[in-house]
């Protein structure tokens, strides 16, 4: 029986080796799951599985929690502004540390135990991200709705990608693991949200997949209930659900990142979360999958999209059924 059982899983999984194989997939991390031994070792085997199977691999990461708990041990108390780090001059020196450093170290560390070739680098290397310091910029408070002008300080706006050092590293069997550090021309080194960075990597490489990887399983219809999970979103949802407010905090940066990678050409977008074992792989190797897939309107899986947005009411799962046949 349990033979029968691990049969019927290989022969699911085949025709999504066969789509997959030679594709580019970014996977993006948050720092909650780096900092997490046993699920940062999971994924490490997960990533492992898809390069030995084909699967061209970039992974790209932030440190928000380090960050924050590095800050407060240097007594110094972080800016968050709508799920944006403010970075004065002794911030920006953690997230050099922290980024471009421990947490770098730490995934290309259990990449290599899984018998990937990873490569740590930042943004800054190569000229990979190009960006300029983002101005002051009017925001509106989500509980309020005041109005407010901020100063993000050291943070960037990506302007340039250059990803011929993480396709050259690929086409020889590395896989880069980028932090989103980037510099302007004068050579400034500037923080930028990981999410906008996967988006912008994968755009340029032409990736097949942008998958993040976060603490909850995927976008819930009730944020409160992870049993409420929406297996399914159109870019032209996302938009209506970050316009109308349906999403906040630091979920909005994750499906902007993802809906705007998918309008630039990417083939699909994937949320899902990291601290569950083998997540990634029931994503892209099983119908029923694993988190939230983020698709165009003329995507064959758009017609399984409820007509209406399905926050507020509990949506059925399975809207992933069929992938491997679009």
């Given amino acids: 029986m349990k033979e029968q059982l691990l049969l019927k899983i290989l022969k699911?999984?085949?025709?999504?080796?066969?789509?997959?194989?030679?594709?580019?997939?970014?996977?993006?991390?948050?720092?909650?799951?780096?900092?997490?031994?046993?699920?940062?070792?999971?994924?490490?085997?997960?990533?492992?599985?898809?390069?030995?199977?084909?699967?061209?691999?970039?992974?790209?990461?932030?440190?928000?929690?380090?960050?924050?708990?590095?800050?407060?041990?240097?007594?110094?108390?972080?800016?968050?502004?709508?799920?944006?780090?403010?970075?004065?001059?002794?911030?920006?020196?953690v997230a050099k540390m922290v980024f471009a450093g421990k947490i770098n170290v730490d995934i290309t560390s259990a990449l290599r135990h899984q018998g990937v070739q990873a490569v740590g680098m930042s943004g800054v290397a190569a000229d990979i991200l190009h960006a300029d310091r983002r101005a002051p910029t009017e925001v509106t408070d989500e509980v309020t709705g005041e109005k407010s002008m901020v100063d993000f300080g050291h943070v960037g706006d990506i302007t340039g990608v250059n990803t011929g050092v993480l396709s050259l590293l690929m086409e020889n069997g590395y896989v880069p693991v980028l932090s989103s550090l980037g510099s302007d021309g004068e050579g400034n080194i500037l923080n930028i949200n990981a999410d906008t960075v996967s988006a912008a990597v994968a755009m340029d490489l032409g990736a097949g997949k942008l998958i993040i990887l976060t603490g909850v399983p995927g976008v819930l219809a009730d944020k409160d209930d992870a049993d409420s999970l929406v297996p399914l979103l159109t870019v032209d949802q996302v938009a209506e659900a970050l316009a109308t407010g349906a999403i906040a905090g630091g979920m909005r940066p994750k499906l902007a990142a993802l809906s705007k990678a998918v309008s630039g050409g990417v083939g699909r977008g994937h949320i899902l979360s990291g601290l569950q074992h083998g997540s990634l792989l029931m994503e892209l190797f099983t119908q029923a999958g694993a988190g939230t897939l983020i698709a165009r309107a003329d995507d064959q899986a758009a017609s399984r999209a409820p007509a209406e947005l399905p926050f507020g009411a509990r949506t059925p799962t399975g809207a992933h059924e069929g992938e491997a046949a679009s």
């Fill in 12 to 93: 699911q999984a085949l025709p999504y080796l066969r789509r997959h194989r030679g594709q580019v997939m970014v996977v993006k991390l948050g720092g909650e799951i780096a900092a997490n031994a046993e699920a940062l070792h999971s994924l490490a085997e997960d990533v492992s599985l898809l390069t030995h199977v084909g699967i061209r691999c970039v992974v790209v990461h932030g440190g928000g929690p380090q960050a924050t708990e590095l800050s407060r041990r240097l007594g110094m108390e972080p800016t968050l502004v709508q799920g944006r780090r403010v970075t004065d001059d002794q911030t920006l020196d």
